[in-house]
Structures are given as C-alpha cells and as structure tokens.
C-alpha cells in the first residue's frame, strides 16, 4: 500500500496548533535550534529486509498478518515507514533472502517509491539448500580451502548483485568461531579469514566499501574469529583503505564502553558502519533506545564530536537498525526505533561542545557531567515532529500509522498467513 500525501496532511492539521506552540517554546531557549532541525530532517536510517516481518527466536516465531513475502513488498513496507518519517530512504538487502531476479525492475521500483539501495550483506552463518560445502565449521576461517572458495564466491555474487542495484557497499559478520577450547587453532583461523577477506575486497569496485562487523559470542560461545572492534580493525588496515570496522551496538560484553570505542575508532577514520538495537543481556535485538537511552545518547555525543572533529576523514558511517521483532508489528517497531535514534541525535546537538570543553580543560568533572544531562533531560519530541513536518512527513507518526490502518490494509492485501524470508 501507499500513503497519500493529503493524508498525512490531514491528519497533521488536527495537531498542528500544540506543535506550533511548542515549537515556538523550544526556539526561544535554543538558540541554534534552526541548524538541529535542519540535521535531523536530512537525516536517514536504512531499514534491513529482515526487520519487516517477524522475528524469530531459537524457540519460536509467531507471525503477523501481512508481512511482506517479495523483495517488493518489503521495499513498499519501508516506503510506507519513510512517507511517515522521512528518516528512512534506504533498505539493506541480504542475500541469499533477497536475490533480486530482476535488478533492473527491482531498481525501478525502488527508485519510484523513493527507495535507495544501502550495504550489502552476505550469509555465510546458514547453509543453503543448493550449497555444496557445509558452513558448520565456518566460512572464511574454514580449514578446507573449498569451503573457503565457496563462501569468497558468495560475497563476490552479492557484490556483483549490489552493483546491479546501485549499492555501495558490502557488509560481512561471520558466525564463524568454535564452541569448544582446542577446536580450531585462533592463528590459522585469523590468516585464513585475511586471506579470504583479501580475495572479496579484489572483487569490491573502486567506488565500493567493505563493512567488517565483529561479535564477542554467539553463535559459538567458546571464540569467535572477529570478536572485538581491534580484530576488525587490524583486518580493516591489512585490507587497505576501502575496508572499515562496523559497530553493532548489540555486539559487545555487558558494560562495554562502546561510545569510548567509537571515539577510538573515528581518531583513525575507522568507523565505516554502525548497527542500532538495544539489549539487556547479549545480543537480544530489542528496539533501539529502550533499554540504555542514555548509553545511546553518549554514543551520539561522539558520533556529533567526531563528524565536526574530523582531521582523519572518518566517512559519514552508514547507518542501519539491526533488530528483530517478536513482538510488536515490525513497521510500528521500525517506527519506534528511528524516533529513539533520532532522539538521541538531537539531544546531542543541544550538548554545548565549547562549554564542555572548557569544563574538561579546567577539570570541571561536575560541570562536565552538567552540560551533558542538560542535553539529555530536554524533550526534543518537537525537533523531530518539525523536522518530518518540513520534509511532508508525519507529526505523529505512530499515530498516522495506527489512524491510517496500514497493518490491516497490509493484511487486506497480502494475506495472514504471508510470511517473511529471513531468520
Ligand atoms: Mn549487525
């Protein structure tokens, strides 16, 4: 289905009044709000193939009505997200769940609904019906060069399928690692995984970047061969300057200081990708800001810093929401987690960088942390409902998307039982 644009007006015009009030509230305090609103409202999140149906977990899936059952379809489920947002103009395809069998049509369809082509994704954690080596003991790292072969055949395919498409980049998470001490030898499974990366980055056209994502535990829980942001970095640098570490938020050890990584990262012009989820425990792919908006706030603190701040020409990261919904309708949840991303965008543009300097120089520790939770305690709701608004979008998004009916229009069209390809 598609929204109309008089819809949205419509619906718009009965809030307008609040808005406009508050809005006017808002730019009397902050003084460079002009320039924040212009941030957020050029500001865009690609939506992965595999978020629009529902997610499943190792015990179960329970499905929802209308999920989209074509590559098609899950571009017009993220039209249908963008024309509510205007935050989200790009899908994330992965391959083998999304083949295009007809780039070119695909791309046009695509192109119609406002739709752009963002990373790439290779699968080499499944094996494939029509496979001929088994990815049980892992892909790049394999011991067996055939295996090897196989899945640096399979990254070059969705190369040459991204290509087709208009996509600029590749994005490889391996699953691979061991689950039991003394299973596989860590400095051959390294050298084996260069090696492997260094055949697909021969194949990456010159216009092209190579996301390297990494992962502390799961799927096996005794190593994994990319477990940390240095792994992926050392990877990155061997491969040479279109090869970039990609951070997942979920990705990481309880408590790990991931905005002091990105720092860290940006200083080197390293931070090719970043991946929004939340999680409590592990890497439980629960929407973005629900759990650590405050975590998620500081990490913007260094994404805004390291943007201004750029000596090392660290690439504008491309950006990704990387969850799975069990629960809530998938676009709903889509819609949720832009609105926590961009909340803590513009939170942290109100932060008052010269302030906080001059604090940390003078080692102000209480001002400091001050300036910070000024930035975070301001409700910027307004900010993200104006910035839509200028962009003909939704001031309430959500309630758009209830008031407009998608998910049982959805279901009117494609069915209850049509179901989502992915996990
Ligand atoms: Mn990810």
């Known amino acids: 289905m598609q929204i109309k644009n008089t819809a949205i007006n419509d619906l718009n015009s009965g809030l307008l009044l609040d808005h406009e009030e508050n809005l006017k509230l808002l730019s009397k305090k902050h003084q460079n709000l002009e320039q924040i609103i212009d941030v957020i409202a050029n500001y865009n999140i690609a939506i992965p193939s595999w978020a629009l149906g529902a997610g499943g977990t190792r015990f179960g899936k329970f499905g929802f009505g209308g999920e989209p059952s074509t590559l098609e379809q899950k571009i017009e489920d993220i039209a249908v997200i963008n024309t509510l947002t205007k935050s989200a103009n790009a899908i994330s395809l992965h391959i083998p769940w999304d083949i295009p069998k007809d780039p070119e ?160 990262l940006m200083t080197r012009g390293m931070l090719g990708g970043f991946h929004f989820n939340d999680s409590k425990y592990g890497d439980d792919d629960l929407s973005v800001g629900v759990i650590k908006p405050y975590q998620l706030f500081l990490i913007f603190n260094e994404l805004v810093f390291g943007m201004q701040n750029n000596p090392a020409n660290n690439p504008i990261p491309a950006w990704m929401i990387d969850a799975s919904h069990n629960l809530k309708d998938p676009l709903e949840d889509l819609i949720q987690s832009i609105e926590a991303i961009e909340t803590a965008y513009a939170k942290a543009l109100l932060i008052d960088q010269k302030a906080l300097e001059s604090a940390q120089l003078k080692n102000d520790v209480a001002s400091a942390q001050r300036i910070l939770q000024d930035a975070f305690n301001t409700d910027v709701k307004t900010i993200l409902a104006e910035a839509r608004r200028r962009n003909g979008g939704a001031i309430d998004p959500i309630l758009a998307y209830r008031k407009l009916d998608v998910r049982n229009q959805l279901i009117k069209e494609r069915g209850m039982n049509s179901s989502a390809t992915g996990l």
Not at 192 to 211: R, V
Not at 236 to 256: C, R, S
């Open 105 to 264: 049509g695909i791309k046009a369809t695509a192109e119609k609904l406002g739709i752009q082509f963002d990373a790439m994704n290779s699968n080499t954690f499944q094996d494939q019906e029509d496979q001929e080596y088994s990815y049980k003991f892992g892909s790049l790292c394999h011991t067996d060069k055939s295996v090897r072969d196989q899945a640096v055949a399979h990254n070059k395919e969705v190369i040459d399928y991204g290509v087709a498409l208009g996509s600029k980049s590749l994005t490889v998470w391996l699953a691979d690692g061991s689950n039991f001490p003394g299973q596989l030898n860590f400095r051959r499974a390294f050298e084996n995984t260069l090696s492997s990366l260094k055949e697909i980055y021969a194949h990456l056209p010159s216009d092209w970047k190579l996301f390297i994502e990494y992962k502390p535990y799961e799927p096996n829980f005794y190593s994994m061969v990319i477990q940390d942001w240095g792994t992926s970095h050392m990877l990155a640098k061997d491969l040479g300057e279109q090869a970039y570490t990609l951070v997942d938020l979920g990705h990481h050890l309880p408590n790990t200081n991931i905005e002091h990584i990105v720092a860290t």
